[in-house]
């Protein structure tokens, strides 16, 4: 829908990885994502415990995975909706930029002249998504 966004941090977005949109396709294909870093795993002493290393699933499913090159240190990554963080040092910056999508999505109403209904009119990458909306 036009403005939801789907965001997660460090070990959180694990959830994203076999999550499918409305048409099947996997959400993170071709998608520029993060999360915590098989290095930081290793470094956190966690490898084994997890059943899956996020960096390396996420490369397994098409994601485009990116991380910084110094473990522990704040990383966002956003592409269209999908925001994610690599670690815990990224949380205020994903919802430093939660907070910035939102309010570029904030609705224009204006009204068509010939029938007087409400339009929802929204500028966002380079053009205006409208929808009709009612107001009951």
């Known amino acids: 829908t036009l403005n939801k966004i789907l965001s997660g941090v460090c070990h959180g977005v694990a959830g994203f990885i076999d999550t499918k949109d409305k048409f099947g ?3 993170v294909k071709n998608k520029k ?3 915590f870093s098989n290095f930081e795993d290793k470094l956190a002493e966690a490898i084994e415990h997890l059943p899956f290393l996020l960096e390396t ?4 499913v098409g994601a485009i995975y990116r991380k910084n090159l110094i473990p522990f240190t704040s990383r966002v990554e956003i592409d269209g909706k999908l925001i994610t963080g690599q670690n815990p040092a990224s949380a205020k910056a994903i919802g430093k930029a939660v907070i910035k999508r939102l309010k570029a999505w904030q609705p224009i109403y204006l009204t ?3 029938e007087r209904q409400p ?6 990458n380079g ?3 409208a929808s009709y909306d009612s107001f009951s």
């Open 25 to 27: 396709n996997l959400i």
């Open 33 to 35: 994502v993060t999360g």
């Open 57 to 60: 699933e996420f490369k397994n």
């Open 112 to 114: 068509k002249d010939k």
């Open 119 to 124: 339009i929802t009119a929204v500028w966002r």
């Open 127 to 129: 053009g205006w998504s």
